[in-house]
């Protein structure tokens, strides 16, 4: 038997595999063998290949003293500007407090006093936090020294500044956008729409209004709207947007699978952002072959604190199944599913084919989970081992177990010879499936034509 170790909330479950279907678990490079000197401006490359050696303090540090596309910060900053900071909610896995400091210790270099300063958190159209969640986002110092606010969509009075080329309405609260400078701190990683997270996500859907969000996100239903695609129209869409509200400057980091910082990158909303991506591409897209079954964790907690996040790893684990075949998604759900209208869709739609017909006639944020879902469970037999009541899983299109080596043990026994594959960070990890030497030879000679 093989053993895989599955993050499972804030610990690990330990699932046994014949060694004989076992054939082999994803997870990213380690990044000490990722190479980050990446195409940009010559003045950076020099910093950027020396990540891979950097402490996550000096990592930050670096960035700082080498923003790409902008001068430094200290640069840019006067006493008497007002500065909105923005931060991601409880449901990222981005170090806010451990990544914050940095940003106010330049702040504070320019002379720009505490009430001068204002931290948003981006909630988008996810659920308030409590006190104690956004201490432990913040840490506690931050948390009691500066002025941290929360939105609720369409709760703030919003400013409008127009329409994008793709008709999403351009509304972003006006607490924020009256302030003189807008900085942002996010985390790189792959996003099932956007292509990525991370970059003027922080902006549309973080600070906007419900009417923006939900015009953005129709655009998921494009068929180039898919993980790791920097040209997602979600993307494309929301960086339009944020380049006409203006977003100064950005800190994002990269993650490995600890969630620990190793790679950071800080400058201009988009040429910042897409320096993490290189990085990103080069640690996360693992090479992979099809399997009969597919045991796939978020990477634990916050990545699993609901189904509406969890759908996430599930989303990649699909690249690489088998019709027909297997996904055993692992994820805790401490928070249930983690949406209202989500939820109300589950519940209402009875089988798979009403949430698929249901989301195209009627576009309702957070329904979509449940089409992209019933999508998938029209395709596999989609099983979770979680925290979520039976009945609740159930309504999800899940079939929920409680013992994962009895569902591998259940896969098995239908075929002896099932190739089993297992992803314990299946959110980070996006599977490229291995082409052969005829496949190569066909896309160079349609290259050569």
């Known amino acids: 038997m093989h053993t895989v170790s599955m993050p499972y909330g804030k610990t690990d479950i330990k699932v046994k595999i014949p060694a004989k279907n ?24 020099s910093s950027q290949s020396l990540q891979s050696f950097l402490s996550s303090d000096d990592l930050i540090l670096n960035a700082l003293e080498n ?9 840019m900053l006067s006493p008497e500007k007002t500065i909105a900071i923005i931060v991601n909610d409880i449901t990222r896995p981005t170090p806010s407090g451990y990544i914050l400091p940095f940003i106010l210790n330049e702040l504070e270099s320019v002379g720009i006093p505490d009430e001068n300063i204002n931290i948003f958190f981006a909630l988008g ?6 006190e104690e969640e956004s201490r432990q986002v913040l840490g506690n110092d931050i948390y009691k020294r500066y002025n941290c606010v929360q939105h609720e969509a369409d709760s703030y009075p919003i400013k409008y500044f127009g329409t994008t080329s793709r008709n999403t309405p351009i509304e972003v609260f006006e607490d924020v956008v009256n302030c003189d400078f807008l900085i942002a701190i996010g985390e790189i990683g792959y996003h099932y729409y956007a292509g990525y997270s991370g970059g003027a996500k922080s902006i549309l859907p973080g600070l906007s209004s419900k009417r923006s969000i939900v015009a953005n996100h129709k655009l998921m239903i494009e068929k180039d709207s898919v993980s790791g695609n920097v040209e997602s129209p979600v993307r494309l869409d929301l960086e339009e947007a944020t380049n006409i509200v203006g977003l100064d400057f950005i800190l994002n980091v990269v993650l490995d699978s600890n969630k620990n910082v190793i790679a950071a990158f800080a400058g201009d909303f988009i040429k910042a952002h897409r320096a993490g991506v290189a990085v990103v591409d080069e640690i996360y897209k693992v090479p992979a072959e099809y399997a009969d079954a597919v045991i796939v964790s978020c990477g634990g907690y916050p990545n699993d604190i609901n189904l509406y996040q ?3 790893a599930l989303e990649n684990a699909t690249q690489i199944v088998n019709e027909g075949g297997d996904i ?16 109300k869709w589950n519940k209402e739609c009875k089988t798979p084919d009403d949430a698929i017909e249901r989301f195209k006639h009627e576009f309702e944020f957070g329904g979509h989970k449940a089409a992209k879902t019933a999508a998938a469970a029209k395709r596999f037999n989609l099983h979770i081992y979680s925290s979520l009541p039976d009945e609740e899983a159930i309504d999800a299109f899940f079939l929920p177990t ?5 569902t591998i043990n259940d ?15 299946g959110g980070q990890t996006l599977p490229q499936i291995k082409k052969n030497s005829e496949q190569n030879d066909e896309e160079q000679s349609d290259e050569d034509d």
């Open 22 to 45: 076992f054939i082999g678990e994803l997870i990213p490079s380690n990044s000490d063998t990722v190479d980050c000197a990446l195409t940009v401006s010559e003045s950076v490359v």
């Open 67 to 75: 923003p790409i596309g902008t001068p430094r910060l200290q640069d």
């Open 125 to 130: 159209l996810h659920r308030m936090q409590s």
């Open 310 to 312: 969890a759908n996430k």
């Open 328 to 343: 055993i998604l692992v994820a805790e759900c401490i928070d249930g599913i983690g949406n209202k209208i989500y939820d």
């Open 402 to 406: 409680h013992s994962i080596d009895e």
């Open 411 to 425: 896969t098995i026994s239908k075929n002896p010879d099932a190739k089993i594959l297992s992803m314990p960070y």
